[in-house]
């Protein structure tokens, strides 16, 4: 879609710039956590929160070290763990944390999109942002990374994502 932006430049001008091309969402899902993820992630911060409550009393200098690495892997899984996948008409976008942290393919970077199940999911060599075993999609590229993603509906997911990369390469 081209829409024309107006703006000012450095010299305080009007300008109007039509060769800003907006991508169009397409299809959206979210990250799928699977129980076996969720327990871990408790436990991770489990440990730090019980050893910080236990130093504090004794020396607040090491409890107020404790939260600290607490609140450090808090903010790491927030970062790093993927909340949705997007599908535009020319790209996959894939969401992580809050915010404004994405990862992004061009549709026509993308070789092949399919399925994997059970400990094909664990045992991935490419940039794995699955969260799940049971529903993982595994994204062939043709340059750069393969990437692996957990979308609550895998196959209606792959569908979509199909259907984009048939309608922007014209096939």
Do not use: C
């Not at 800003?20 to 799928?32: F, N």
């Not at 992580?96 to 399919?114: Q, S, W």
């Not at 999911?121 to 990437?147: C, D, M, P, Q």
């Not at 979308?151 to 048939?166: G, S, V, Y």
């Amino acid at each position: 879609m081209r829409i024309s932006i107006l703006y000012f430049n450095i010299y305080g001008k009007l300008k109007m710039d039509s060769e800003i091309i907006m991508s169009m969402l397409i299809y959206e899902d979210k990250a799928v956590y699977d129980t076996w993820l969720k327990v871990v992630l408790v436990v991770v911060l489990a440990i730090p929160t019980i050893l910080a409550i236990s130093r504090i009393a004794r020396n607040t200098e090491e409890g107020l070290a404790g939260f600290g690495v607490l609140l450090f892997i808090i903010i790491l899984f927030r970062i790093i763990l993927p909340r949705r996948f997007q599908v535009y008409d020319d790209k996959l976008r894939i969401i992580l944390g809050g915010g404004p942290f994405a990862f992004n393919i061009p549709l026509d970077d993308i070789r092949e999109v399919k399925p994997r199940k059970g400990i094909q999911a664990f045992l991935y060599t490419g940039l794995r942002f699955a969260t799940s075993a049971n529903h993982t999609v595994e994204i062939n590229r043709k340059n750069g990374v393969n990437v692996l993603i957990s979308p609550t509906n895998d196959e209606m997911f792959i569908d979509q994502l199909h259907k984009a990369r048939k309608t922007m390469l014209g096939e």
